[in-house]
């Protein structure tokens, strides 16, 4: 499967933004998929991740009640919405898709959209 995420931007601190990542190449409701993001100078981290038909979620602590995660089968796309924005979840957000099952954390995932950067002015 193919990923291409878009919809990133710069926003001020308390905003909203919404992410998009569109898959192509394979059946999409086959894979568990799922949002992480690396500001500079840090290591890729954890966000979000849904499972494949939506019915369970998983959030980082730090975007627990402000980020929500969701998918539409239909169109192939996975969606991060993030509300309450913060400087520091300025990144670049990538989104990321596994056919394995429901890891912590998607730990081990190995297909890997390009990235959309997010910036939060304060």
């Known amino acids: 499967v193919q990923l291409q995420a878009s919809g990133g931007g710069l926003v001020q601190a308390g905003g909203s933004l919404r992410v998009s990542c569109a898959a192509s190449?394979?059946?999409?409701?086959?894979?568990?998929m799922g949002w992480f993001r690396q500001a500079p100078g840090k290591e890729r981290e954890f966000v979000a991740a849904?499972?494949?038909?939506?019915?369970?979620?998983s959030y980082a602590d730090s975007v627990k009640g402000r980020f929500t995660i969701s998918r539409d089968n239909a169109k192939n796309t996975v969606y991060l919405q993030m509300n309450s924005l913060k400087p520091e979840d300025t990144a670049v957000y990538y989104c990321?898709?596994?056919?394995?099952?429901?890891?912590?954390?998607?730990?081990?995932?190995?297909?890997w959209g390009q990235g959309t950067q997010v910036t939060v002015s304060s």
């Open positions: 190449g394979d059946t999409f409701s086959n894979y568990f």
């Open positions: 990321a898709a596994d056919p394995r099952g429901w890891y912590p954390r998607m730990r081990g995932v190995d297909i």
């Open positions: 849904i499972s494949r038909i939506g019915a369970t979620t």
